[in-house]
């Protein structure tokens, strides 16, 4: 595959604060999620994509070209940033208006466009409205719809998400995996794990500017098994499945829950513990109600990596 996005050796300060640090990765079509907590490094790394910033070192490319200065880029790249920045006193739909034709439409063509972009994300119905009325999700909205606006090929989506109700974030959520559908690459930051793991599986971690892993959750996994894995099983016998399992090398522990009598099993090779524990259980005759991992999930992967 092509890479759309060509990093290498990247890097970007803010006098003494390294924001991106030396980083080289490639990004590929499809949606990416770009995982970190505040102050990581994520929208840096959006802005220096997009080429609102220049690299202090290193080069980027996108879609093969070098981003920086490249304005011919712009009508293939939508962007919508973290934060604000709106004509209050217009309407929604005038505000999206003059940003079609500052983009070159007509006015015709740029309200024909206004018209379907505020009704993907649902709009319509407060499109005449002032911005300065809007909540915080409606505004998130309107932000969403610049970004479509003149049909990008790659979208960026900084922390698309705040603000917006239960109901926004799921029809937002929807909208990002249409846009893959529809042949477009986007890539999402979030600092909140379980929103982008509803989006897709390809990740990519960030803290203090350096990339600490990429590719899906299961393959970040296997870059953290020296970590131990508690793994929880509800059963009718765990004090002899615990007396069975601590023989194994890779069972650190065995434990009892007080508050529902779960096992809890840590141990250092997850795969062969799930794949010996069927033939133990038949063996012994014991009966399994519930068998779950809490770190199997990007939550504990993050704070495995990060720590």
């Known amino acids: 595959?092509?890479?759309?996005?060509?990093?290498?050796?990247?890097?970007?300060?803010?006098?003494?604060?390294?924001?991106?640090?030396?980083?080289?990765?490639?990004?590929?079509?499809?949606?990416?999620?770009?995982?970190?907590?505040n102050g990581a490094g994520k929208t840096t790394l959006i802005r220096l994509i997009v080429?609102?910033?220049?690299?202090?070192?290193g080069e980027i490319k996108v879609f093969g070209e070098h981003i920086w200065n490249?304005?011919?880029?712009?009508?293939?790249?939508?962007?919508?940033?973290?934060?604000?920045?709106?004509?209050?006193?217009?309407?929604?739909?005038?505000f999206i208006v003059n940003l079609a034709m500052l983009n070159g439409f007509t006015r015709s063509e740029a309200e024909?466009?206004?018209?379907?972009?505020?009704?993907?994300?649902?709009?319509?119905?407060?499109?005449?409205?002032?911005?300065?009325?809007?909540?915080?999700?409606?505004?998130?909205?309107?932000?969403?719809?610049?970004?479509?606006?003149?049909?990008p090929d790659l979208i960026l989506l900084d922390e698309p998400l705040s603000s917006m109700d239960p109901l926004g974030r799921h029809d937002t959520i929807e909208l990002i995996r249409q846009l893959e559908q529809e042949g477009k690459s986007v890539i999402v930051s979030s600092h909140i794990l379980?929103?982008?793991?509803?989006?897709?599986?390809?990740?990519?971690?960030?803290?203090?500017?350096?990339?600490?892993?990429?590719?899906d959750v299961h393959e970040i996994r296997e870059l953290i098994d020296r970590h131990p894995h508690n793994v929880y099983v509800n059963c009718d016998k765990p004090r002899l499945l615990a007396s069975i399992l601590v023989g194994y090398d890779d069972v650190v522990s065995t434990n009892i829950?007080?508050?529902?009598s779960a096992l809890i099993v840590e141990t250092t090779k997850p795969d062969e513990f799930y794949s010996r524990l069927p033939a133990?259980?038949?063996?012994?005759?014991?009966?399994?109600?519930?068998?779950?991992?809490?770190?199997?999930?990007?939550q504990a992967v993050f704070?495995?990596?990060?720590?």
């Not at 133990?280 to 990007?298: M, Q, R, T």
């Not at 704070?303 to 720590?307: A, E, Q, T, V």
Request: glycine letters at 8%; hydrophobic letters at 35%; aromatic letters at 6%.
């Open 1 to 37: 595959m092509i890479p759309i996005i060509e990093m290498k050796n990247l890097c970007k300060w803010y006098n003494q604060v390294m924001a991106v640090n030396d980083v080289t990765l490639n990004l590929y079509t499809g949606i990416t999620g770009l995982l970190g907590p």
């Open 51 to 57: 080429g609102l910033l220049k690299p202090d070192r």
């Open 70 to 94: 490249n304005y011919t880029l712009n009508h293939r790249i939508g962007y919508c940033p973290d934060h604000d920045a709106f004509y209050e006193g217009m309407t929604g739909f005038q």
């Open 112 to 151: 024909d466009r206004a018209l379907d972009v505020l009704r993907t994300v649902n709009m319509l119905d407060n499109k005449d409205k002032r911005i300065g009325a809007y909540s915080k999700g409606m505004k998130q909205r309107i932000k969403l719809a610049q970004t479509l606006l003149h049909d």
């Open 194 to 215: 379980h929103e982008v793991e509803a989006m897709t599986d390809n990740i990519i971690l960030i803290n203090n500017g350096r990339i600490l892993a990429e590719g």
């Open 257 to 260: 829950s007080k508050e529902d």
């Open 280 to 298: 133990i259980i038949l063996e012994n005759d014991i009966k399994i109600e519930n068998l779950y991992s809490p770190d199997d999930n990007l």
């Open 303 to 307: 704070k495995y990596l990060i720590g």
